[in-house]
């Protein structure tokens, strides 16, 4: 029998399509099991400010298609600080939350890890990222959605592109994971793709572009993702153009678009599902993991392994955007 009775969900770091089906399980999960639940606003900040809102069934009504987190979100330094954990532990024995479920990325987790390991106190984490960066699941909670984002977009460029013979360079998100750009960049069919974990090559690019241009094909798309080692879109494109003066280029920098919209049918059944399991985990003893789904099974991985280790690009999907693009 498990002695937790009341839980507290909250949303932390970047925000993610799916946050919010993700919230919804987590509370409708937790009143199927009789169990009471509080919002907590703004993530770790709303932790210290006792930003505690009760939520019920029919508080998630209505929510599982909307992009953003109905809690909010929000970076909170101070939750780093000895002071601000010790506040936000207090701030939970008041409010008699027995356990958190927090939905995020690799700093919201090493903040769970931080609170769960000083305090003994039982936590589960969701990975809810765009970048999906985190080891111990496929994917993540808004991956999904901003890859078809960003294929949206680069479609309609790719008009432009074709009409006017231009070459773009588009800047997708990705500091430290190139899985947007990977991913995006073959669905939109790029003729190259340059990401952080590889080493990107000018000269290749150029020779490439130079045998495209031989070929009398004058236009195509270049998906950089913002934390390429040669630069961002604007800087990849620069070096190229005084390389190749005669091509057409235009840049675009896809940005915060790329967060937001109608999370897609998968983001919200991995949402769901995984907003499922971490309540019933909790319920069964367990705490300090991400809950992940592998091979469509769910997984369990540590904060400490979930923050540390890095999912690995395959490089065979690289030899794959590079054979298709010839
Ligand atoms: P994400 O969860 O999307 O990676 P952040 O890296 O901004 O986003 O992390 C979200 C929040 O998690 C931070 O604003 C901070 O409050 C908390 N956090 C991050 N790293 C730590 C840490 N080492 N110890 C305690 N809290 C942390």
Not at 98 to 106: N, P, R
Not at 242 to 266: D, F, K, W
Request: some cysteine; hydrophobic content about 40%; glycine content about 12%.
């Amino acid at each position: 029998m498990s002695h937790i009775r009341k839980i507290g969900v909250l949303t932390s770091g970047g925000d993610a399509p799916g946050m919010n089906a993700a919230i919804r399980a987590v509370v409708r999960t937790a009143m199927s099991e009789k169990l009471s639940v509080v919002g907590i606003g703004h993530g770790y900040q709303g932790l210290i400010n006792k930003e505690f809102i009760p939520l019920y069934g029919h508080s998630v009504a209505n929510i599982i298609q909307r992009g953003g987190t109905f809690l909010k979100t929000s970076r909170c330094p101070e939750f780093q600080t000895k002071e601000g954990l010790a506040q936000a532990y207090q701030n939970l024995q008041d409010e008699g939350v027995d356990a958190l479920v927090v939905i995020g990325g690799d700093g919201t987790f090493r903040g769970a890890l931080s609170l769960g390991s000083t305090y003994h106190y039982p936590i589960v984490g969701l990975p809810g990222t765009i970048d999906n960066d985190l080891f111990g699941t496929d994917y993540t909670i808004g991956y999904d959605t901003a890859i078809n984002t960003v294929v949206e977009a680069v479609d309609k460029l790719r008009d432009t592109a074709g009409s006017h013979d231009n070459l773009f360079f588009v800047e997708v998100m990705g500091r430290d994971a190139g899985f947007i750009a990977l991913n995006s960049g073959i669905g939109v069919g790029a003729e190259d793709i340059l990401i952080p974990e590889t080493v990107s090559d000018l000269d290749k690019l150029v020779a490439k572009l130079e045998y495209d241009q031989r070929k009398h094909k004058t236009s195509g798309i270049i998906i950089v993702a913002e934390g390429d080692e040669l630069g961002g879109a604007k800087e990849v494109a620069e070096m190229v153009k005084e390389r190749l003066p005669n091509y057409h280029m235009r840049v675009t920098i896809l940005g915060h678009i790329q967060r937001g919209g109608s999370p897609t049918c998968a983001d919200r059944v991995l949402a769901s599902r995984l907003g499922y399991a971490g309540v019933k985990a909790l319920l069964e003893g367990r705490s300090g993991v991400m809950i992940g789904q592998i091979n469509n099974k769910i997984k369990e991985t540590p904060f400490s392994k979930a923050t540390k280790q890095h999912p690995q690009i395959q490089p065979e999907w690289l030899e794959v955007a590079r054979v298709l693009a010839l």
